[in-house]
């Protein structure tokens, strides 16, 4: 069966700081990627996704980058927080196919003070 | 502009009555809507799925409808229980597999013993 990995589950890191966010999936192959954010209280924001290795598209311009190395390893990065980074991040994968559901990660509670 | 809205932020509800949410769109034509549930500091869990040529879908005491001329989809969950208490979230989603899914910001639900 499939499952997804993400962490770590929480993070604290001062204003400046670097990111690095990492989420893999196991028991599928050539998945669709998304990372999404979530601030308190609100909607889920889709920041990046990927259908293959090395292919990123980029929703939202912000210091905040993703990488895929391989096919089902999703990076999220940045060089320098801000405290507008704070939030709930979400990696989740689907299958490339129409009307397949999205299957999340247990999510990284992330606090830039 | 393109919006998807979810009619209310938080909805109370008495133990046993049906809860009715309500999933609004504009500007978009989806060809599937889903839902999904989210319970505090964790990832959103697939819940339905229903195509623009059904008007309805049924799991256990969950009914979801889609109403492509309103541009509509109802969620219900009949004879509630306090466990069902949760955030409950739409999202619009296309033939294309590889094109993200929209989701909507939640509707917080609260059943109350």
């Known amino acids: 069966s499939q499952t997804i990995h993400q962490w770590p589950a929480t993070l604290v890191q001062p204003v400046g700081s670097p990111l690095s966010l990492e989420c893999t999936v196991e028991g599928t192959s050539n998945p669709n990627l998304y990372w999404y954010r979530q601030a308190a209280g609100r909607g889920l924001q889709l920041l990046f996704y990927?259908?293959?290795?090395?292919?990123i598209s980029s929703e939202v311009p912000q210091n905040l980058s993703a990488s895929r190395p391989q096919d089902r390893q999703f990076i999220l990065s940045s060089k320098k927080l801000l405290l507008s980074d704070s939030g709930f991040y979400l990696c989740?994968?689907?299958?490339?196919?129409?009307?397949?559901?999205?299957?999340f990660g247990s999510g990284t509670q992330l606090s830039v003070l | 502009s393109q919006k998807i809205e979810q009619n209310s932020e938080a909805l109370n509800i008495q133990e046993g009555k049906t809860a009715t949410l309500t999933c609004n769109y504009t500007n978009y034509s989806p060809a599937y809507l889903q839902w999904y549930r989210q319970d505090p500091g964790r990832g959103p869990v697939f819940l339905l799925l229903?195509?623009?040529?059904?008007k309805e879908k049924r799991k256990e005491r969950l009914k979801v409808t889609f109403d492509t001329t309103l541009k509509q989809s109802l969620f219900h969950i009949t004879a509630s229980q306090p466990a069902d208490s949760a955030t409950y979230l739409c999202?619009?989603?296309?033939?294309?597999?590889?094109?993200?899914?929209?989701f909507g910001k939640g509707t917080r639900l609260s059943v109350i013993a």
């Open positions: 989740a994968w689907r299958g490339g196919g129409p009307n397949e559901k999205l299957f």
């Open positions: 999202a619009l989603d296309w033939d294309s597999g590889n094109t993200p899914l929209v």
């Open positions: 229903i195509r623009e040529n059904e």
């Open positions: 990927s259908v293959g290795i090395g292919q």
